[in-house]
């Protein structure tokens, strides 16, 4: 399975991805000495990674598909530089095993996963049926592909409803279909295998139960090349939106220390199964009677990965390099512990009091939180215009506290304190959330956002005082612009030929004589 | 001078200015301002003891500003003459609740209506895509498609006119 020789050292990296995980990812590079390569599309040419690279190159047109997923262009690109290795950041090829096998194949490391393992977990019926053999609890269902009504209904039968049909290559809510009632699985397995067909060109579906109110709970795990796994804890992301995480945080509220130690046994039993290395992710799904299931594994670094680095105090993007050097890990399981709580907010370019819709456009001032417990990974700056074509998100806020108490009403400064305008952003929604009665209890599911929207959505009213002190502001901006203009004009109407001349001369000296 | 707070319109008069030092009434409130620019459109405002940090930023719109308090951000509009002038000017083609108009920018990828068709309520009339997100543009009351002012492809700004509607 590998083929690469023990403690390559790693000089340059090709980071082939874009915004906030790009410049996450050269941050680590730099403290080890080693150079980044961008890689940007033509929409990106102004884009903060392509500016805090050492080098950057040009890999096609805006659409994805022509430039972050151009898996040739991109080898190209890290040949002529002579790159040791790709990161692939999150999204976009970090999952593609065909990738990472041409990057093999081209003599570059491939900062991932085998391209076996990738393959195996994103195949979903696959994985289940590995996780089966492996002895991992799964969501109870089909361990096969199911084709026609009856082998539906018999399996229907056998769990019970409600179930979920699934697409095996699915992802992102796509080829999935809840069934309530019996007489709606012929439908519903239809609609499923014609949506995962045109989605990912392969119509295999499976069926699983439904878990009512989930939790979702993914622990980190860590694999070397020598064959050794450790878990790195859980981070709770039940705070979604249509399947897309808004908040996240770790400890997770729901969990005790003994089944959080079990889970994450589980959770090493699995990335060992499919002889895992590098960084990964095991994601469960909990019920409110605390069983939990195996649901899928994200071979990937993930969005969230800074609050798992600001509890366990390890840089993960540093670890991945160093696997993938062919170095052993630098720790055992005991050695790891979780310090007090960390959170991360998404901060997205959407307008939540406009259904959420996609807010791109040109950022005209942007000031940034500090203090203690706080780190803002983002990249976007004043002046900068985001473009319609990418991902929504523009930045992660991660605050750390001693307590969950003190990262919510951390994470509440922080986000007070964060303001961007030109565009539309999730801000005041998040920060309703580290608000509401809810998530502050912390026994929060999937269904947070929907049972909560009218609290989430609603705004406080402040007293006509801090209405008038903006107004004040605001006129008085006003009148000082108007008089700034008017003195320019003054200035210029008033100037004589004769003024000029003298001033001409005093600026260049008189050898203009 | 009339200035508007998202939906409230509030009458505001300065008084007096000396240096960092003003006097103003907002909607029959008196308040003596210390107000100081500490960077560029950044302010700090001390009112009866009470230190408030204020951004102004400039909106889209020429003298409409957005203002960020530390709890609050406002959509604030100077209305004057000139104001009030240009919003009846626009108020045409805004007013005209029927008219398809961009919240957002994106790019146009679908059409799904021609010049003259008739369209009914809830009917889908074109997809725009933004960050990987397609959001459908529907009709809201019926009417005719008098003008597609867009074509496929296009790329939108926020609050362009895209298809007007009789």
């Given at each position: 399975?590998?083929?690469?020789l ?59 598909a ?14 002529e ?12 090829l ?78 992102g809510?796509?080829?999935m ?58 981070r ?18 729901n ?88 959170i ?9 009091y ?49 307590s ?67 107004i ?40 203009i004589? | ?57 400039e ?12 709890l ?10 000139e ?8 108020a ?51 009417g ?23």
């Amino acid at each position: 399975m590998n083929l690469k020789l023990p403690n390559v050292m790693i000089h340059k990296v090709l980071v082939a991805n874009r915004g906030e995980i790009a410049i996450r990812v050269m941050r680590s590079c730099r403290e080890m000495n080693i150079r980044s390569v961008a890689v940007f599309s033509e929409a990106d040419r102004k884009s903060l990674h392509v500016r805090y690279a050492d080098e950057a190159y040009c890999i096609g047109p805006a659409p994805s598909a022509e430039s972050y997923l151009n898996m040739d262009k991109i080898i190209e690109v890290a040949l002529e530089t002579g790159v040791d290795a790709i990161h692939p950041g999150y999204g976009f090829l970090s999952e593609n095993a065909e990738f990472a096998r041409k990057c093999i194949e081209a003599g570059i490391i491939f900062i991932g996963p085998s391209p076996e393992a990738i393959a195996l977990m994103g195949d979903k019926i696959t994985a289940r049926k590995t996780m089966i053999a492996a002895g991992v609890p799964v969501v109870p269902g089909t361990t096969n592909k199911i084709t026609t009504e009856d082998e539906a209904l018999k399996i229907v039968d056998e769990i019970g409803l409600p179930v979920m049909i699934k697409a095996s290559a699915g992802g992102g809510g796509k080829g999935m279909r809840l069934v309530h009632q019996k007489e709606d699985v012929k439908s519903a397995l239809g609609m499923a295998r014609s949506e995962a067909l045109s989605a990912f060109g392969d119509d295999s579906v499976y069926i699983e139960k439904y878990i009512e109110s989930p939790h979702h709970i993914e622990f980190q795990i860590f694999g070397d090349q020598l064959g050794n796994v450790v878990h790195l804890f859980e981070r709770e992301c039940s705070v979604q939106r249509r399947h897309q995480k808004v908040v996240e945080e770790t400890p997770s509220p729901n969990i005790t220390p003994e089944i959080r130690a079990e889970m994450g046994a589980y959770a090493v039993r699995a990335a060992k199964a499919v002889g895992y290395y590098g960084a990964g992710t095991i994601e469960f799904i909990m019920d409110d009677e605390s069983h939990y299931y195996f649901l899928e594994m994200n071979t990937r670094l993930q969005v969230e990965h800074p609050i798992t680095e600001r509890v366990v105090g390890i840089d993960l993007v540093k670890l991945q390099i160093k696997i993938a050097e062919g170095l052993a890990l630098p720790f055992q399981q005991d050695g790891l512990r979780q310090f007090g709580h960390a959170i991360e907010c998404r901060i997205y370019a959407e307008d939540p009091y406009q259904n959420f819709i996609p807010s791109p456009g040109k950022i005209l001032h942007i000031s940034e939180p500090l203090g203690l417990g706080i780190r803002h990974d983002g990249y976007v700056y004043s002046g900068y215009e985001i473009p319609i074509e990418y991902d929504p998100l523009i930045s992660k806020l991660i605050v750390w506290g001693q307590s969950r108490q003190e990262a919510i009403t951390r994470m509440r400064r922080a986000l007070l304190a964060y303001k961007i305008t030109g565009i539309t952003t999730s801000i005041p929604f998040l920060k309703r959330i580290m608000e509401s009665p809810v998530f502050i209890k912390g026994n929060y599911n999937t269904h947070f956002i929907e049972n909560n929207l009218p609290f989430l959505l609603s705004t406080d009213s402040c007293d006509e005082i801090c209405e008038d002190v903006a107004i004040m502001a605001a006129y008085i901006h006003y009148l000082d612009q108007l008089k700034a203009q008017s003195n320019h004009i003054a200035n210029k109407t008033a100037s004589s030929p004769w003024k000029d001349f003298g001033r001409i001369v005093s600026i260049k000296g008189a050898n203009i004589y | 001078m009339e200035i508007k707070l998202n939906d409230r319109m509030a009458n505001v008069e300065l008084v007096s200015r000396q240096g960092r030092f003003a006097t103003l009434i907002v909607d029959g409130k008196t308040y003596t301002i210390d107000m100081v620019e500490t960077e560029k459109g950044i302010y700090s405002l001390l009112l009866n003891g009470l230190s408030y940090n204020v951004e102004v930023v400039e909106g889209q719109e020429a003298k409409s500003f957005k203002v960020n308090t530390y709890l609050y951000s406002y959509d604030i509009q100077i209305i004057d003459a000139e104001a009030k002038y240009r919003n009846r000017n626009n108020a045409s083609v805004f007013a005209n609740e029927k008219n398809i108009i961009a919240p957002m920018p994106g790019k146009v990828v679908k059409i799904l209506v021609q010049d003259g068709q008739a369209v009914e309520p809830g009917q889908t009339l074109l997809i725009i895509s933004a960050m990987k997100m397609d959001s459908e543009y529907k009709a809201k009351t019926s009417g005719t498609v008098k003008h597609i002012l867009v074509k496929e492809g296009d790329k939108v700004d926020s609050k362009q006119v895209l298809i007007l509607i009789d």
